[in-house]
């Protein structure tokens, strides 16, 4: 499952740097604060002690274009994340790893600058950085998930290992807010927030084995999920200037 993921990643990165050669590309790192549904944080506590996947990292990289007339600029995005932690005592370790190559439909509408005919997403002129910089962005998107844990105790025996690995498919709507910030007509950096609800998110699955779990037990699919992050934009049409 995992090599299957990373070559669908490696295709994608291949296939927008192709693309973009005479255009704007942007390279994205984040990171992600999560929270999981309340019905799967509490088997996690019941069997686990703690919950796992509570922060992340993500690296992605997205294709822009914009409208003609108006300030909505789209970038599309193909990234790669991955978050990892160990709970429990040193005689019965429980080692977390998710990891996730997601597709992302990002928008964005610049409000104070709508009707205008920057030549963006990047510029020199900081006198109007706010006006022209500033944007809301929606973002949809799908993901490609895989979830396991791996369960080591150490006896007088040796080390025994139990892997759980499971893969599912996720999709998401986030909104955020963030700002252009032109460093020259070539490079653009934007820093910018975004809150994310996941659906058909299942960690269970992946760590905690089904015996293990009541047959009446029912619990949520849905993730919160704070993404602060960094854009670096580049353009690559430098005759123009």
């Excluded at 990171?31 to 703690?50: A, P, T, V, W």
């Excluded at 058909?200 to 293990?212: K, L, R, T, W």
Aim: aromatic share 16%; net charge negative; charged share 20%.
């Amino acid at each position: 499952m995992r090599l299957y993921l990373q070559t669908i990643f490696i295709l994608f990165c291949l296939l927008f740097f192709t693309q973009s050669i005479d255009a704007q590309i942007g390279i994205r790192a984040k990171y992600l604060s999560n929270g999981i549904d309340n019905g799967q944080e509490k088997l996690f506590q019941e069997f686990n002690s703690d919950v796992p996947f509570g922060s992340a990292y993500a690296i992605g990289v997205d294709y822009w274009f914009r409208l003609k007339d108006k300030r909505i600029e789209f970038l599309p995005e193909v990234g790669f994340g991955y978050s990892q932690k160990s709970i429990g005592p040193e005689q019965a370790i429980t080692k977390f790893a998710h990891t996730v190559i997601f597709f992302n439909l990002n928008t964005r509408i610049y409000p104070m600058d709508f009707g205008g005919d920057c030549d963006c997403p990047t510029f020199s002129n900081q006198s109007t950085l706010i006006k022209k910089g500033f944007y809301f962005e929606l973002s949809p998107g799908l993901a490609l998930n895989n979830s396991s844990s791996n369960n080591v105790w150490t006896d007088s025996s040796g080390d025994n290992i139990e892997l759980n690995d499971t893969g599912f498919i996720s999709y998401k709507i986030g909104i955020g807010a963030g700002l252009d910030i032109g460093i020259s007509n070539l490079l653009t950096i934007n820093p910018y927030a975004m809150y994310n609800y996941h659906f058909n998110v299942d960690h269970i699955a992946g760590n905690i084995p089904e015996e293990y779990i009541p047959g009446d037990t029912e619990y949520g699919t849905t993730q919160g999920q704070l993404e602060l992050g960094v854009r670096f934009a580049i353009r690559f049409d430098a005759k123009n200037y």
